[in-house]
């Protein structure tokens, strides 16, 4: 329980930064794929390079979660023709949405209620997969 | 000197505090809860905890990741705290003609809110991961098969961007 509401805090934390930062901006997102702004590119680049940074110091130094637990870094078991042909198809909800799952919520918590059609449809096309998923390459 | 700080927290961020801002969710999580960044496995969790009946791909043990939930809950949370207190400007971050119950009433709106609200769960569940799980937690993971789907994820955005979008916006 105590991991949880320690999640539901980093979340806030999370949804405030996809306001501020635009993450959540359907504008943002088409400026991203016309390759008019930096903007986008420059926090997914700083976003990795300071992930990366903590994944490496978490393997060289064997670093520890708070509390003592070694970290876990699983590494999920790649299917390049899912990643590829799904992420394609994320990638055109994407740039019509012009939001990913994360800004999906954060909007839908800001108030923007039709956003919620949205997300239910991603809820749809989630369980849509789920039934088709053994018909498709992976 | 309070003024100022306050100014700059309402205000749009540089891209590059947004940047440092998302950076930050890698080590918060592993070091604070011990998980890794993901958001999309929500999607799936839903299902499995709604329709417990439904295909095998939803029967497993969804509580052993309420954190994930609990992370969204918050994600919306703090969408919700943002709003109300900590945004000047009150433009929507999105074209209201594509998002809104009116445009529910035209093919258009369907397009944009329902077939696109459909790709984006369809698709970052086929690719096991989103933006989060791929583009920030996998590419700092090193691991080839992220980099796979950040360049779909990019081949679906610049297609629709490109070829299909002209066709449908006047």
Known sequence: MKRNLTCLAIGVYYGIVLLKSEVASWFRIQEMFRFEAVNMYGII???????????????TRKLRALGGEPIE???KPPEYRAQLLGG??????WALTGACPGPLYALVGAGYLPMLVV???AVAGTYAYGIVRAKLPH | MLPRILEFVRGPWP????????GVMVPLLLFMANRPFGISSTLRHVCAACLPSGPSFFRYEWRKDAWNLFLVAGVML???????????SGAPPM???LFSFDALATPRGWFFMVGGGFLVGFGSRWANGCTSGHAIMGLSLRRPASLVAVVG???GGLFVTWIVLPKVLP
């Open chain 2, 95 to 97: 074209p209201l003609d």
């Open chain 2, 153 to 155: 994820f990019f081949l």
């Open chain 1, 45 to 59: 680049g700083i976003g990795v390079a300071m992930g990366a940074l903590t994944v490496w110091l978490v393997q």
């Open chain 1, 119 to 121: 997300l239910l449809s």
């Open chain 1, 73 to 75: 870094l699983r590494a």
């Open chain 2, 15 to 22: 891209w590059w505090v947004g940047g440092i801002a998302i």
């Open chain 1, 88 to 93: 394609i198809v994320f990638g055109c909800g």
């Open chain 2, 78 to 88: 703090g969408g919700g705290i943002a709003q109300r207190w900590l945004i000047a």
